[in-house]
């Protein structure tokens, strides 16, 4: 029997919709090279919390393309934040995506030169936001994860899981409708991971929508919904019970 909480769910807006998403790469001569994505059909709603997984060769990391805006689909539509991303031009896809979408990737890719509110900053200088409250949101996202207290710092100062938490207040800074993460615990030792997590499942509470790109079984059951790709197309898309 649904729950009042699966009802809620279903009511939420789309962030992402895909219909029958297909992305097929080609040789230089024209033939086909690969299917990577065959035919998806799913919505992701506001509030949803999703581990996307999947073998080698699945097209988990060609999904996380295409829902990233890195990529385009060859068929079918994708519907981001509900707009269709196949009708915009590069230049606004990419002013869209740095609105809507926020990246945190196994490698942290912090500039070694800046400090790490200057580092959350960056996408706002290019969104051309004033600089006083570009420092103002840094520093309110840096505290959100828990580096209220490195100010000041370069990278090379903080430990893995402070660079990683830096990461994570860059990608809040825009305030996306979604968090996109690839394999975020990747480079971390277990303890470190784990801390990681719960800022994610921190996150999640407040209402922020998480799709995380990931192989580790243990990563995904943090996740409320986990969608698992096979061959390019969705094996299973399971959504677990709010006592799971």
Aim: glycine share 8%; aromatic share 4%.
């Amino acid at each position: 029997m649904p729950t009042s909480t699966d009802a809620a769910s279903a009511a939420a807006p789309p962030v992402a919709e895909f219909r029958d998403l297909r992305k097929t790469y080609y040789k230089p001569d024209g033939s086909v090279m690969v299917e990577a994505l065959r035919g998806i059909n799913t919505v992701i709603r506001r509030g949803d919390y999703v581990a996307i997984m999947g073998a080698s060769g699945s097209g988990k990391s060609t999904l996380m393309n295409v829902l990233g805006c890195l990529d385009r689909p060859t068929g079918g539509q994708f519907l981001l934040d509900g707009r269709d991303v196949n009708t915009m031009s590069d230049a606004a896809l990419s002013e869209f995506r740095g609105r809507t979408i926020g990246f945190i990737f196994q490698a942290f890719n912090l500039i070694p030169q800046l400090t790490v509110e200057d580092n959350v900053e960056v996408p706002l200088f290019y969104q051309r936001v004033p600089k006083l409250e570009r420092r103002q949101r840094a520093i309110e996202c840096l505290r959100l994860v828990g580096l209220g207290e490195r100010l000041g710092h370069r990278p090379r100062e903080l430990s893995g899981g402070q660079q990683q938490r830096a990461a994570i207040a860059r990608a809040l800074v825009t305030r996306p409708v979604v968090l996109l993460a690839d394999e975020p615990t990747g480079n971390l030792d277990t303890a470190t991971g784990k801390a990681i997590l719960d800022t994610f499942d921190s996150l999640h509470a407040k209402g922020m929508t998480v799709i995380m790109v990931t192989h580790d079984p243990a990563v995904a059951e943090r996740c409320r919904r986990i969608i698992r790709l096979r061959d390019g197309l969705i094996e299973t898309d399971v959504v677990k019970s709010p006592a799971a």
